[in-house]
């Protein structure tokens, strides 16, 4: 049987090495199947290696042994009775949701001041949007995204950048689907996750009887890639199928999937104005597999998927991510960080003078000083045109 390979995955490692011994819950998030798990046994191990006088209390739901556990007082019992005096307790827990109002468990175990709490849960359960509902002390929250092209070219230790990312375009960051030859069966993996762990997740959390109108949601999301939505303009969509459906309870699920990290939303920013604009919304996957391994190739629109791919990475990368509107035209990306702002046009080919033209004229408007790029399968070192740099997407995907 072939066994799935471990690279360090150090930018989240040092968030949470950096956090070490801070009061706060350290709550580590991200689509199902994206590596949580596997980071807090990274973190373990760590803690084995370089502190001397640690405890640790590891408990991972996933496994019979902690059957025991899966109520909040069991729990808390169990953690209580393996304390020790005089030295860092480290308490690790996994798919903490499985437990029965485990919040109640963790919010006692905060409390008492006596833990270093780490958790990780399945993303339905343990949303972001929740965090500071279920537990009373500050949180710290660890966002963990599928494999970066980065990592895909470690894991699979290749040289070839561009051939690589013709790879990554196709096989994208799901790592429990590398174990697959075949590529059918790839598409299955990855599909299965969606449907059997992230939708299946969030129809029980929110009790969703409209099992049908949910996948066409997904359905309609996944198609529309990079094309402005709204849960007013999905809902004529459907509804013209003859279907009574209300655009609150669309705009609710859309909401959900959003919470489950399935998709991400990122609003429109209007750039003179400098004010962020209230309708339509782009939504992009978490990874852009699924959109493959859900519709099928047939349709491969390289243009959507690699927007898909430069979206997911500037949230990888911790800017903040908006569409740029100017004077009604559009730039891909406004990636804002502190005080760094950037704007970002992707393609997938300008080789054409038509398709330059038409991607750098939205740039070339924008009067400010900002740094201005354009990123595109160029197969070229970077360079510059009218102040906007040109860069080649597979070798900004290794840059950070």
Excluded at 173 to 181: I, R, V
Excluded at 311 to 334: C, M, N
């Amino acid at each position: 049987m072939d066994i799935m390979r471990l690279i360090p995955r150090n930018s989240y490692m040092e968030k949470i090495i950096n956090v070490i011994g801070t009061p706060d819950i350290k709550v580590i998030t991200g689509v199902r199947r994206c590596g949580k798990s596997k980071l807090l046994e990274s973190f373990k191990k760590y803690i084995d290696e370089n502190i001397q006088d640690a405890n640790i209390i590891h408990i991972n739901f996933n496994l019979p042994e902690f059957e025991e556990q899966l109520t909040f007082r069991a729990l808390y019992e169990h953690i209580n009775s393996l304390y020790k005096e005089n030295m860092q307790n480290f308490v690790l827990i996994d798919e903490v949701q499985m437990c029965e109002d485990f919040e109640m468990a963790i919010n006692g175990l905060h409390a008492s001041e006596k833990y270093d709490i780490y958790i990780t849960g399945s993303n339905a359960f343990l949303l972001s949007s929740d965090l500071a509902t279920l537990f009373t002390g500050r949180t710290f929250e660890i966002k963990v995204f599928p494999f970066s092209f980065k990592e895909y070219v470690r894991y699979f230790d290749l040289s070839d950048r561009y051939e690589a990312l013709s790879s990554y375009i196709k096989e994208g960051g799901m790592a429990g689907s590398y174990l697959y030859k075949d590529p059918e069966a790839k598409y299955d993996y990855i599909a299965d996750v969606f449907d059997t762990l992230i939708v299946r997740d969030i129809r029980q959390k929110y009790k969703i009887r409209n099992t049908q109108l949910m996948d066409r949601i997904v359905d309609f999301l996944m198609d529309n890639i990079s094309n402005l939505s709204s849960a007013r303009n999905i809902t004529n969509v459907l509804g013209s199928m003859n279907e009574k459906i209300h655009h609150t309870t669309v705009g609710s699920y859309m909401q959900y999937l959003c919470n489950a990290f399935a998709f991400y939303k990122i609003r429109r920013y209007d750039i003179k104005g400098k004010k962020y604009l209230s309708s339509n919304d782009k939504y992009y996957l978490s990874d852009h597999t699924f959109r493959y391994a859900k519709l099928g190739t047939r349709n491969m629109d390289y243009g959507r998927i690699l927007e898909n791919i430069v979206a997911i990475e500037l949230l990888r990368r911790g800017y903040e991510v908006y569409v740029g509107v100017l004077y009604k035209k559009e730039i891909d990306f406004v990636a804002i960080k502190r005080s760094e702002k950037i704007y970002i046009q992707v393609s997938d080919n300008i080789s054409d003078d038509k398709t330059f033209e038409r991607e750098v004229s939205p740039l070339l408007q924008i009067k400010d000083a900002y740094p201005k790029m354009l990123i595109a399968r160029t197969r070229n070192d970077e360079y510059q045109y009218e102040g906007i740099k040109i860069v080649d997407l597979a070798d900004w995907l290794l840059e950070a």
